[in-house]
């Protein structure tokens, strides 16, 4: 069974606490990701994604507000040494298709649904589609 590390993305964008809706948006388009890990000081403190910009910032009259203030900080992540078997199931039980890979607190790689449909078994990303994400 393939680890983490063998098909994690490695190329990671990421934004601090600190980094302004606007230009988190603009790194999100700029890279064709709906993602943002947030770190400080090497360590990942939470996930932004575009539906944080738009519900928690946009629609509540914050367009000046900092990733801080609407980022997710409770965090589900992987390890380098899991399995993909691991990924599916913590995406799975947690409703998410994108899961950064820390080791020892430090960002290193995120893991998609797509990742785990072009790297690892097609059917295996198709199931988790169908357990997260909006209700059909």
């Not at 944080?52 to 509540?60: M, P, R, S």
């Not at 080791?103 to 169908?130: F, K, N, P, W, Y």
């Amino acid at each position: 069974m393939a680890r983490v590390r063998d098909f994690m993305s490695k190329d990671i964008v990421s934004v601090s606490p600190q980094t302004d809706l606007s230009e988190a948006a603009r790194l999100m388009k700029q890279h064709d990701v709906g993602i943002l890990p947030v770190v400080e000081r090497d360590s990942l403190r939470g996930v932004v994604t575009d539906r944080d910009i738009v519900v928690k910032g946009l629609a509540e009259g914050r367009p000046a507000a900092t990733v801080s203030e609407v980022m997710s900080q409770k965090v589900v992540s992987l390890s380098p040494e899991d399995d993909e078997k691991d990924a599916r199931r913590l995406m799975s039980d947690n409703d998410v298709r994108r899961l950064p890979v820390c080791q020892d607190d430090r960002l290193i790689g995120m893991v998609s649904v797509g990742d785990l449909a072009v790297r690892t078994d097609e059917r295996h990303a198709g199931e988790v589609m169908e357990k997260t994400g909006p209700p059909a």
